[in-house]
């Protein structure tokens, strides 16, 4: 009898043990599902907007060598055939754009998933998710979602880590992008060279506070820091002439202007100038 009853009871609770699980680990389980489908799903957006981004590069490139003959030889068959690579140039980067907003989209669900759930993965796809922002031309919107990141990370003792230093990498490629574009546009130097000066600022801290000067990312950021000087002391002919970086989107560097970024602080933790740095170079495509 007694184990008739116990049985009975143990019976009685598998619902609610069934019940407590689906509204608990269960419902966790089933959103980092969910999530992982979404990432999937990213991952190949990514890619698509990857082939894109060539596509819209080499389209680039083609304008720059039309426009150059068409200056030389200002006959109307060049002029001609320097529109037709412009169009062909603006065409194939809305494509890009479009594909890189793609895997934005979907990063944004599965980062909203994987932070409901608490998981460890969520910083990493947020920064992704930025990352893909500033290359389809939403270039505040990414950094600006990367700076408040990096004031959380700031205030809980975290300024100094990997995960921060890849968000801070991330925001000064945006800000670098946007001060190129806003300086192509003709805008006043006061605009593009706060923006760059983030960009300079940004890259200056990430390349001195590397623990190991052998290390390729060291010398890699050392080189992004020297690109943003040469593009501070570049003439505006000589800039004009030479190709946007290859992930940079082609226009979307408007709400970088001054006073229009958000975010609490936009200054790195070292809060010294880049202009010490030497070897300028030039500014090369690909990066």
Known sequence: MILNRIAWTVWALIPVAGLAYHFGPGQRAYTED??????????????????????AYTAHLAALTARKTAIDLKTAES???????????????????????????????????????????????????NRALIRAGSIAEGVGDLEAMLDTLSERGDASTPLADHA????????????????????????????SGQAR?????????GTNAA???????????????????????????KPLPKYSPRRGAEGLRPGNRPGKTKRPPNRRDGRGAGGVGDIEGGW
């Open 34 to 55: 969910r999530a992982g489908d979404l990432l999937a799903q990213a991952r190949r957006l990514d890619a698509a907007a990857e082939t894109a981004q060539e596509t």
């Open 79 to 129: 002029a001609a055939a320097a529109k037709s690579a412009a169009e062909a140039e603006d065409t194939a980067y809305t494509q890009a754009a479009a594909a890189w907003n793609a895997a934005a989209d979907k990063l944004r669900a599965a980062h909203e998933m994987l932070e409901a759930t608490g998981s460890d993965k969520a910083p990493a796809v947020r920064i992704a998710r």
């Open 168 to 195: 801070r990498e991330e925001a000064a490629t945006g800000y670098y992008y946007g001060a190129r574009l806003l300086r192509a546009a003709g805008k006043p130097a006061s605009e593009w060279r706060e923006v």
């Open 201 to 209: 600022q940004n890259f200056r801290y990430l390349a001195e506070t």
């Open 215 to 241: 290390d390729p990312k060291v010398a890699e950021r050392q080189k992004n820091l020297e690109l943003v000087l040469n593009l501070e002391q570049s003439d505006a002919d000589d800039l004009q002439a």
